[in-house]
Every structure is written in structure tokens, then in C-alpha cells.
């Protein structure tokens, strides 16, 4: 297995374990080594894995949880659905695992295809600071993005985002029927750990009605309204 140690100086930051990318926790280990356990490279290693989090976790954008202790990938690997950042910390975390240099990547993207319910909750279609992956692959960063299992992608009439490890795997601009999908908006750069200050001011900004009365939870509004039925 590749050590931080032996990479060039740059790339050593993306391969340590960090507070959330926690990718020396027996939990990740043994998540990791199962589904890469036929392949033959680091790029069949890293496919397997995004595919594993992309359809082994149902995509809920009511499902992010900011408790700090919630946040490590292998506390959400204990849970069964995420949000699109959780799924991208977990790919980039099982990655550095084996020894891939990963890291996360941010964004605000516009769901064109959205409910109507999530629309109405977040009093925009605009998606701040949406997750995915980077992995570094045959000496190239490359996009991966495993937000969306297939199961949703079918009952929102679009195909499943697939990764091949060699080209980005980024939002579809449309459906096949020609529908308009997703369009990003904002890039907010890469970064070795989950920005989570940094990521709260732009959830604040965004959405500041759900920060309300919510303490340390502020999508705590959110999800309640969601459980709450309708």
C-alpha cells in the first residue's frame, strides 16, 4: 500500500487519515478492502468503491447531519442513507484507505429536476456547497461524484451517473429526453478535509431561515419538516 511518505510532497496531504476522513478506523478498512477485493489496480479499486457508495446509500438531501461526531466516514458508513457530501467524504475516505490520494470538492449546482417539497423547504432550486470527490489516478486528479444511487436517478427519468476512473464523473446537464437536469453554478475549490466552517457560513447564508431556534443542529428544521410527513 501506497504511504504518504513515498508520495511527492504535494500529493501527501491528500493521503493522510484526518478528523473525518478517518481512513485508518477498522470500520473503513474492512469497508474498503470488501469491495475492492477484485480489483487489480488503483483504478479498478476506486471504481469499485464508487459504485459500492453510490447505490449502497440512498441519496436523502434531508439526511445531513452536522454533529461533529456524526461526520467521520466511519460513523456514516453505520447509516444507510446520506447526503451528497457524506457519500463523497465516505469514496474519498475508502480510497485513502487503500492508499489512493483523495480529496473533496465543492460546488453550488442548480437541480432543475428537483421536488417541489425540497424546493419549498430550501426557498431555492440552488444546491450550496454540494460534494463530491477527487481522486488522483494515473498521475490526474478526477472528478467523481456518487451522490445520486441508481434507484433515484430511474425515478427521476435520468440515467445513473457512471465512472469509468479515467474521465469526471459530474452531474448530467440533462435528461434524455433533453430536460434540464443540473447546472453548476459556483466552484468552491478542493480541500484535504471537510471545510466544515467554511461550509456552515455558506449553508447560513443560503438557507438562514433553517438555522432558527435548531442550536447545534441547523438542518435539525429541516428534517423534521421532512419526517413530519407531507
Not at 166 to 176: M, T, Y
Not at 194 to 220: D, I
Request: aromatic share 10%.
Amino acid at each position: 500500500m501506497v504511504k504518504a511518505a513515498d508520495l511527492a510532497p504535494g500529493l501527501r496531504p491528500f493521503l493522510v487519515a484526518t478528523r473525518f476522513l478517518d481512513a485508518l478506523h477498522p470500520r473503513v478498512q474492512a469497508y474498503a478492502l470488501k469491495h475492492a477485493a477484485s480489483a487489480n489496480n488503483q483504478r479498478e479499486a476506486a471504481v469499485a468503491l464508487y459504485y459500492a457508495v453510490r447505490d449502497g446509500f440512498a441519496y436523502d438531501p434531508y439526511a445531513l447531519d452536522l454533529d461533529p461526531s456524526s461526520m467521520p466516514a466511519s460513523a456514516f458508513l453505520q447509516r444507510k442513507r446520506g447526503y451528497c457530501i457524506e457519500k463523497a467524504n465516505l469514496l474519498a475516505t475508502c480510497c485513502r484507505a487503500l492508499g489512493i490520494p483523495s480529496r473533496l470538492g465543492f460546488g453550488d449546482v442548480r437541480n432543475h429536476l428537483g421536488t417541489a417539497k425540497l424546493e419549498r423547504l430550501l426557498g431555492t432550486n440552488l444546491m450550496v456547497f454540494h460534494g463530491y470527490a477527487e481522486i488522483h489516478l494515473d498521475g490526474h486528479w478526477i472528478k467523481a461524484t456518487p451522490a445520486f444511487n441508481a434507484g433515484l436517478c430511474h425515478k427521476l427519468g435520468v440515467a445513473p451517473l457512471e465512472w469509468d476512473g479515467r474521465s469526471d464523473a459530474v452531474f448530467q446537464e440533462a435528461s434524455p429526453e433533453g430536460k434540464r437536469f443540473m447546472s453548476y453554478e459556483r466552484d468552491r475549490g478542493v480541500y484535504a478535509d471537510w471545510p466544515v466552517a467554511e461550509m456552515h457560513a455558506a449553508l447560513q447564508n443560503a438557507y438562514g431561515h433553517l438555522f432558527k431556534g435548531t442550536g447545534s443542529q441547523p438542518l435539525a428544521h429541516l428534517r423534521a419538516q421532512h419526517t413530519g410527513g407531507g
